[in-house]
């Protein structure tokens, strides 16, 4: 019975090619667009997956409360792991710290000569911080191998890279920072892509500790590199823990009238989720995006299905004879309804190959655009498969049963007399449909436009300084000698087309930040922290910062004077930025003199308010140094730097970014949603309109004698276009003004993430109905202009 259902189908879908490739053309653009949301998302929600008892495994945060408002940190004080392991013996079974470090990794052959010479991460881990997180060990263990100072464990690939074969790695040597020899004791297999994890190269905690400018009992230092990780004990509830957190936190950390400082504990599935805190990959998808991904996607499938709907409900009518002739055999309604249903599923199940194909054209696009290692296997992912197939019977069933249950329920009487009309097919249905389809359309346009517009603004908006043709040259502290250091800014200098340099340990805006107390005019501390910018005296001009009162500082190795910006100022309620001139603030436990005020500028990204700031100098402190350059020499000059570099500090990396272009990084997710935007409302407006055209083909076709008719009676093509296209651009017009409120309540939610943003104007709302009404009328026209000149003897000679 399928065979004879099957191949009945395949004669109808081809007696209606037209119609067929136009459901085959939406539905495989549909679900191919879904399959790569799908396999992304199922990316995404796969990161840290697979530990062993990863429900009992938490990371410890920080965050402070204070008038500015609440922040928090994937970092904790050093000390806090032991004090952790002290106070919630009953409740936590293991605490392991790790910390995030860089810097030049050497290798020697067998003659002692260097073999290789690379910049990359490393990491000083607790053997217990292994004991809590299950990756697998090819070599050695956690307890043997990260026991002792200046041992080190390789990832597979990084053994492989120093020393060719990874099998032969553990008993040698690697050198570090130009300081310290470690020894390979174990081997870790490659962390996946999709890990918070990228550990390659793993130093002992014990060589950490060792260090001597680090403190283990500082309970007022926190950094972002300093994570904690703890393994909750079976049976007990991470409620129990957190709520004793509160009263841990006032044991520890001292209490002011600034904020109030706690650690707080976050599940492992959180960390990949969580924008906010962050992770040592700095891979975060936060799962709104998600959702909103496949909200997309099933938008997009929606809209195919409607086209499928609707242009099967208005076929109804050319095939009411067929039903009444089935029915009069003795046909039953169910029988009727598995045909249609298979007609379905055939143009489904032939979507779907094609969608497997489109799909595979556009993964390297999306691998590209989401920088992400996204695999199409149904092999590797049999998830993926499931999805498939799931996506065509829902398909199916959402674009068949309704015109299969319109379809079979024709009066057999009416049908074999040629009476059932167009209403019969669904009409009203259709319409509301249409309207369904374009207002999807439409809020896609405006959230398109409104996207856009956002990003240009914040590419446009003066951000206080000028970071274009600034490059920042990295610098380690330990080769700031003062000779070298001038030498290598002397020689620089001179190089045709650089403007001027400048030693700092970050530029004006940047994610890596310190905020800290200080004490204004030798009163007690100022009631909220400050943003500290660590530079030399040329970093003002380097950067193009405005003074609105006082000078620069003078050329200093520590601190001596400074200068803020208007918003630590203001925050000091000082009215009269000359009065604050001579006064002297106390930071980093040393006092200067504040000798100038500079305009503000957009410290972080222009999702955040602009931070109280201080300028001054620690030369020990300086990371970068920072080139001004004529941008129409970039080219040319970037070589010699590099040259300069390297014989001027032979025994380090050199390694250099641009300031702009570390900015840009900051919208990187607005930039990728930008470009989603406009890809998957293209093919909503693709799907829309191409189901709109086959509809009006088929509408003018019912319509054949009716126009033939009306030109007899002296109607010009004109009034024949117009009376063809009054009915869809009504129902255009209608989705628009559905459309509108749902599109501002999306793109407002959307623009208040920002502080600095466009104004919400009808513009954006104007242009999509022009966009969709156009589209709609040059779609429509075309189809019921050929119409409209059809031979009119031709539609008339058989009445």
């Known amino acids: 019975m399928f065979k004879l259902n099957l191949k009945i189908a395949w004669r109808n879908l081809w007696k209606n090619k037209g119609y067929t490739f136009i459901n085959v053309l939406g539905l495989s653009i549909g679900m191919a667009s879904c399959i790569l949301i799908f396999i992304f998302i199922r990316y995404e929600m796969s990161f840290d997956e697979g530990f062993k008892n990863e429900d009992r495994i938490f990371r410890i945060t920080t965050n402070w409360t204070s008038p500015d408002g609440f922040e928090e940190s994937q ?55 292994f004991q809590i997180m299950s990756f697998e060990w090819l070599q050695g263990n956690p307890m043997q191998s990260l026991s002792q100072p200046n041992s080190v464990v390789l990832s597979k690939d990084m053994a492989t890279r120093l020393f060719g074969d990874w099998n032969k790695a553990v008993g040698k040597i690697i050198n570090y920072q130009n300081r310290d020899n470690f020894m390979v004791t174990g081997i870790l297999q490659e962390m996946p892509q999709n890990s918070s994890f990228p550990l390659k190269i793993v130093v002992s905690y014990e060589t950490f500790r060792k260090h001597p400018n680090e403190r283990f009992d500082n309970w007022g230092n926190v950094s972002s590199n300093d994570e904690c990780y703890f393994l909750l004990k079976d049976g007990v509830s991470i409620d129990e823990v957190r709520g004793a957190l509160p009263k841990f936190s006032d044991k520890y950390f001292k209490r002011d009238n ?31 995006e998600l959702y909103g991904l496949g909200i997309i996607g099933a938008f997009l499938m929606l809209t195919a299905c409607i086209n499928f709907i609707n242009l099967a409900t208005a076929q109804a009518v050319s095939r009411s004879k067929e039903v009444g002739v089935r029915k009069v055999m003795g046909s039953l309604r169910k029988q009727l309804v598995f045909q249609f249903l298979t007609e379905t599923l055939t143009i489904s199940v032939f979507a779907m190959l094609i969608a497997c194909v489109l799909t595979e054209v556009a993964l390297p696009g999306m691998r590209s655009l989401f920088q992400e290692e996204i695999s199409f296997s149904i092999i590797q992912h049999p998830i993926i498969f499931v999805f498939m197939i799931g996506l065509v019977i829902v398909v199916s069933f959402l674009a068949g049963f309704y015109p299969a249950m319109v379809m079979s329920g024709f009066s057999p009487a009416l ?59 990295n610098v380690r502290n330990d080769s700031l000698s003062l000779i070298k250091y001038q030498i290598l800014q002397d020689r620089i200098s001179k190089i045709p087309g650089v403007l001027t340099t400048s030693f700092c340990r970050n530029p004006p805006s940047s994610s890596n930040n310190n905020e800290t107390n200080f004490k204004y005019n030798g009163t007690e501390k100022a009631n909220f922290q ?24 003078s050329k200093s190795d520590t601190i001596k004077e400074v200068v803020v910006n208007e918003t630590t100022l203001r925050k000091l309620n000082v009215v009269n930025f000359n009065d604050a001139l001579g006064k002297k603030i106390k930071i980093f436990g040393k006092e200067g003199t504040l000798v100038g005020v500079v305009k503000d500028f957009n410290n972080l990204s222009l999702h955040e308010p602009i931070s109280p700031i201080i300028i001054t100098t620690i030369k020990d402190n300086y990371q970068n140094l920072a080139v001004k350059m004529d941008s129409k020499q970039i080219k040319s ?49 693709f799907i829309s309109f191409i189901g709109l055209f086959g509809l009006i083909s088929f509408v003018a076709t019912q319509r054949t004698k009716e126009v033939a008719v009306r030109k007899v009676l002296g ?22 003004l559905v459309a509108w409120p749902l599109a501002y309540l999306f793109v407002s939610k959307w623009l208040s993430t920002f502080t600095y943003r466009i104004d919400l104007s009808i513009w954006p709302f104007v242009l999509a109905m022009v966009i969709s009404m156009l589209i709609t009328l040059i779609t429509v026209s075309l189809r019921s202009f050929k119409a409209a000149r059809a031979n009119t003897i031709d539609a008339l000679k058989y009445e």
């Open 415 to 473: 049908a074999i007399k040629n009476k059932v009309t167009a209403n019969a097919g669904g009409l009203s249905l259709r319409k509301v449909l249409v309207v369904v389809q374009f207002s999807i359309t439409v809020v896609l346009i405006i959230g398109t436009l409104v996207v856009l517009k956002q990003m240009n603004y914040m590419r446009e908006k003066p951000l206080g300084f000028n970071p274009s043709a600034i490059a920042l040259v």
């Open 530 to 553: 400050a943003n500290t910018k660590i530079a030399d005296e040329n970093y003002f001009k380097t950067f193009g910062l405005t003074f609105v009162a006082g000078k620069a500082f």
């Open 258 to 288: 600034i904020s109030k400082q706690e650690i707080s504990a976050q599940s492992l599935g959180d960390i990949h989720y969580n924008e906010n805190l962050g992770n040592f990959s700095s891979k975060t998808m936060s799962k709104k």
């Open 637 to 685: 000059i970037m070589p010699q730097i590099e040259k300069i570099w390297n014989n001027t500090f032979p025994e380090n990396y050199y390694r250099a970014s641009f300031v702009d272009e570390d900015i840009s990084q900051y919208y990187e997710t607005e930039r990728v949603m930008g470009v989603l935007f406009k890809v998957f409302a293209g093919i909503i407006i």
């Open 75 to 129: 970092g904790v004080p050093k000390p806090a792991p032991a004090a952790l392991r002290n106070d919630f013996k009953n409740q936590i079974e293991k605490v392991g710290a790790i910390c995030q470090d860089g810097g030049i990794i050497k290798v020697k052959d067998d003659a002692g000569k260097e073999k290789i010479k690379t910049l990359e991460d490393i990491f000083y881990a607790e053997p217990e911080f």
């Open 715 to 736: 109607a010009s093509t004109f009034e024949l276009v117009k009376m063809l296209n009054g009915s869809f651009l009504l129902m255009v017009f209608i989705a628009n």
